[in-house]
Nanobody, 114 residues
Framework: QVRLVESGGGLVQPGGSLRLSCTTS????????MGWYRQAPGKQRELIAG???????NYADSVKGRFTISRDNAKNTVYLQMNSLKPDDTAVYYC????????WGQGTQVTVSS
């Protein structure tokens, strides 16, 4: 069974950090590009970070320099290190394959507020 399970979200003050994890099952993780997405209230889901099978990364301008995507193929897991968080980063965060999307997981809520 194919599953995406995101975790690591929470409530954090502006300027704080969080590390999100997304564990996959049912796919050969190492051969797929992976991405992190987010959906803020009232907005469409957007791709904010991607990582290729070779480890090359790309980021949306809104998170560039603050977020870092990484992967551990041995654990079938993709991570998102989020630093210098802002209230605008408040959203539900998801992972998926940008080139062949799977059924979405439940996501993990990130709330940035003082």
């Amino acid at each position: 069974q194919v599953r995406l399970v995101e975790s690591g979200g929470g409530l954090v003050q502006p300027g704080g950090s969080l590390r999100l994890s997304c564990t996959t099952s049912g796919i050969i993780f190492s051969v797929w590009q992976m991405g992190w997405y987010r959906q803020a209230p009232g907005k469409q889901r957007e791709l904010i970070a991607g990582i290729t099978i070779s480890g090359s990364t790309n980021y949306a301008d809104s998170v560039k320099g603050r977020f870092t995507i990484s992967r551990d193929n041995a654990k079938n897991t993709v991570y998102l290190q989020m630093n210098s968080l802002k209230p605008d980063d408040t959203a539900v965060y998801y992972c998926n394959r940008p080139t062949a999307a799977l059924d979405w997981g439940q996501g993990t809520q990130v709330t940035v507020s003082s």
